[in-house]
């Protein structure tokens, strides 16, 4: 009889859908322009999905104290997966961004109206987490 251990992971973060159509470091370089803050590029990580192959995903992250601010690609400049998406059933979303904490003291809505103000973002959207399918994708750190 083999035994199996379901993990839960605390989710302790909002996360924005952003639709916008430039390359990720001219997208890090407006938020810096319109929080006032310094976006340090991540060295890009890899998901391994075992059987389907894997995804390399370009991020940028600014950090506080007591909180964050990660901006992620959703789709992966490299992809050896049957979807290059990192969080697939989202696919219309171009970057994702992990609000942990309280920002400035700013609230979630106030971050949100600030990023929709950067010129070329088409959308910026709250995503459920619990909601998703491949939301373990969100945890590598």
Known sequence: MQTYFEIEYDYDFDLLG???PMK???LAWNFERQFNFEFEPKEE???DFLKDGKLTIANYVYEEEY????LIRNKAWESEKISPYLLPEVKQFDYLLMVKGN???LELSTVQDKIKAIPNVMLVQNIEIEGLKSK???IFE
């Open 67 to 70: 909180s964050s601010m990660r």
């Open 45 to 47: 990580f890899e998901l």
């Open 18 to 20: 952003v639709i916008a």
């Open 24 to 26: 990720e470091h001219k």
């Open 136 to 138: 373990e994708n969100l």
């Open 103 to 105: 920002i400035f003291d």
